[in-house]
């Protein structure tokens, strides 16, 4: 079998990545190595090292594989940087002990699919790369967090005794940025059964801890709002569409949340999550957008950002806002007027099935805006 190594890859490596995403995660699903920086074939031979020295182990079951640290693995990691590790392996946390059970699973692979995707859109999202929120005692008065921030649940629940309300969420985390206050879902491939009143304790629970009293410096007057991730845009069709007693998907539209954005697990979600947290990188895109547009008008009855020549609303939905598009579509209907949505390319079909026949659609070149405007690699 061969012994165990005694040292750990550089933290700065793609191996020492892996091994704290798998840490943080408590499994990371195999299917989303693919994300991770460097070539194919590098990662590969990343994964076989690390399984060779056996610092990870593959484990298979009920049709889900996904990474997991091996008791040497834990026992390096934790001699090593004690500060970084102790909370992940101390008692039975689900990074310590991770259940075996697929909806269980199915949530370790969903929060790590969110940390990954923070992770490429440059949101500091490790624990010691950010300020320290949700810990029991709260920071003094006036203190000021470092932003953009993504927190996972694991993290929100070490706030206290109060997060015995929030229980049964289905949020993988809450994202902190200059403009608002974000809880995160991903529904995956899946259909998320939402958990309505537990859902609206969490944005009850943030407005109370984090706009008054943690944070009020930098949120007393800003929103709570949400985003969810899925694979593929399906899901956003779903959540757009008629009311599922099922899923509740009605709680998307509800009005619970004013801005409830669909952005997807690959690549291009990368892309979008980075404009919605970089403000000067989404007002380079509106202003390239406005250009030869109207101003808005406070008269117009729908909800819109800019107008065209002739009058007719224009709305900036390349963010996935379901709420906000559904707002356009209804007023457009309701005043039997017409509409445009600028939205990316890749995002055409999807929209244009889930809205009505009043609304037009103009494509932003995702590849053009990637090159030019936002220089993500």
Not at 93 to 115: C, D, F, G, W
Not at 190 to 201: I, V
Not at 206 to 221: G, K, M, N, V
Not at 260 to 284: A, I, P
Request: with cysteine; glycine share 6%; net charge neutral.
């Amino acid at each position: 079998m061969g012994a165990p190594t005694s040292s750990l890859p550089a933290p700065d490596t793609l191996p020492g990545l892996l091994l704290t995403l798998t840490a943080l995660a408590g499994e990371f699903p195999t299917s989303l190595v693919h994300r991770l920086p460097g070539s194919d074939s590098y990662k590969e031979a990343a994964v076989k090292r690390l399984k060779r020295e056996k610092l990870l182990r593959t484990y298979y079951h009920d049709g889900l594989r996904g990474l997991r640290l091996t008791a040497t693995a834990k026992r390096l990691l934790l001699s090593a940087r004690p500060d970084l590790f102790s909370g992940i392996f101390s008692g039975s946390t689900v990074t310590n002990t991770p259940k075996y059970t697929v909806p269980h699973r199915l949530r370790l692979h969903r929060m790590a699919e969110v940390l990954v995707t923070m992770m490429q859109a440059r949101v500091p999202s490790f624990p010691w790369e950010k300020s320290a929120v949700f810990q029991p005692e709260p920071p003094p008065a006036g203190f000021c967090a470092s932003l953009p921030a993504y927190y996972s649940s694991r993290e929100v629940k070490e706030i206290g005794p109060q997060s015995s309300k929030i229980r049964g969420s289905r949020a993988t985390g809450v994202l902190l940025t200059e403009s608002g206050i974000f809880v995160v879902y991903n529904t995956a491939a899946s259909k998320t059964k939402w958990e309505y009143k537990a859902e609206l304790r969490m944005k009850a629970l943030l407005q109370i801890e984090i706009c008054q009293r943690r944070l009020s410096a930098q949120y007393a007057d800003l929103p709570v709002n949400a985003v969810v991730f899925g694979q593929g845009l399906e899901p956003l069709e779903h959540l757009m569409g008629p009311g599922d007693r099922a899923s509740r998907n009605y709680f998307v539209l509800d009005g619970s949340f004013d801005h409830f954005y669909y952005l997807t697990s690959d690549h291009h979600g990368e892309v979008m999550l980075r404009l919605l947290w970089d403000n000067s990188l989404k007002s380079d895109l509106d202003t390239i957008l406005s250009e030869d547009l109207l101003p808005w008008d406070r008269q117009c009855p729908v909800e819109h950002d800019a107008l065209d020549a002739a009058g007719t609303p224009v709305l900036f939905g390349y963010l996935g806002d379901m709420p906000r598009i559904r707002r356009f579509d209804t007023a457009l209907e309701l005043h039997e007027r017409s509409g445009i949505l600028i939205c990316f390319d890749f995002q055409e079909a999807a929209l244009r099935r889930s809205c009505g026949r009043r609304v037009q659609f103009q494509c932003i070149d995702f590849d053009a805006f990637e090159g030019s405007v936002c220089h993500i690699t």
